[in-house]
């Protein structure tokens, strides 16, 4: 609770985080800031999560970005959930993911259930899909009272990847499709 994670950088292929790894908890009233995961197929930049919620929280300026390979979750990535997921009350801005999708959230769910709520995804990037947001290997995903914005995709799919519950409070704009 209330700290800062900066300037971390994991080289390792097929690892997560190179900021904070939340296998079963609470991430709350945190700032997680210009970490760098460089590995082939690596992910979450900032938060690598597998269960559990961040909350109150910025997760800002991470990079994912691999050589020979591919990168997900610039500022918040998933790979293979074992639980369900909650994003709440924060602001995901100014994260990349320079090789792959998901350059503010990329969430591979496996049949669990993700809701961001709350938070603002802006100022994202990714090379491939998703600048703000990828959900892929579904389970529920509700996406409520949230707003994405300026994020920029090098592939299309800008804000969702997939289809998704999505709250009417919840706002999409100013976005950008690169290669189109």
Known sequence: VGVTVTGGNVSDSWAGTAGVQVNDGTVSWCRITENKATGRNSWGGGVAISKGTVDHSIIAYNTAAAAGGSSYGGGIGVYQAAGPIVIDTCLVYGNRAMSGSGGGIYANMLGHKLTVRNTTIANNEASETGGAHVVAGVGNFVLGNSILADNASGKGDVNLSLPAT??????????VFANG
């Open 166 to 175: 999505v709250d009417f409070a919840s706002q999409a704009f100013g976005n």
